[in-house]
Nanobody, 124 residues
Framework: QVRLVESGGGLVQAGGSLKLSCVASGGTIKNTVIGWFRQAPGREREFVSAISWAGGNTYYLDSVKGRFTNSRDDDKNTVYLQMTSLKPEDTAFYHC?????????????????WGQGTQVTVSS
């Protein structure tokens, strides 16, 4: 069973950057879709980004387009979310998740393996 572990979260000032990592163990992430989701206190979980098999296609929440970059290194079994120009509204708990679907989905229900998450806090 694949296990996902996120890291790289922290406290940063508005306008700053963070790079999240999602490392898989117990199996390969090759031929899987990896998504990033976030949840802020009192709010529902929302899709942030997803990357297709081999990184050929990436998808983003409109509010993060141009600021976040999703990438993967299958040889390292790792997916990255580079976040720049961070805003206070990006503050949330960020999770990576894995889907074995052939198609990229933005729905959390389509992802069946989840990491424990990492906190991102952006101060104004």
């Amino acid at each position: 069973q694949v296990r996902l572990v996120e890291s790289g979260g922290g406290l940063v000032q508005a306008g700053g950057s963070l790079k999240l990592s999602c490392v898989a163990s117990g199996g390969t992430i090759k031929n899987t879709v990896i998504g990033w989701f976030r949840q802020a206190p009192g709010r529902e979980r929302e899709f942030v980004s997803a990357i297709s098999w081999a990184g050929g296609n990436t998808y983003y929440l409109d509010s993060v387009k141009g600021r976040f970059t999703n990438s993967r290194d299958d040889d390292k079994n790792t997916v990255y979310l580079q976040m720049t120009s961070l805003k206070p509204e990006d503050t949330a708990f960020y999770h990576c998740a894995l889907s074995r679907s052939l198609y990229v989905s933005t729905r959390s229900a389509d992802f069946n393996i989840w990491g424990q998450g990492t906190q991102v806090t952006v101060s104004s």
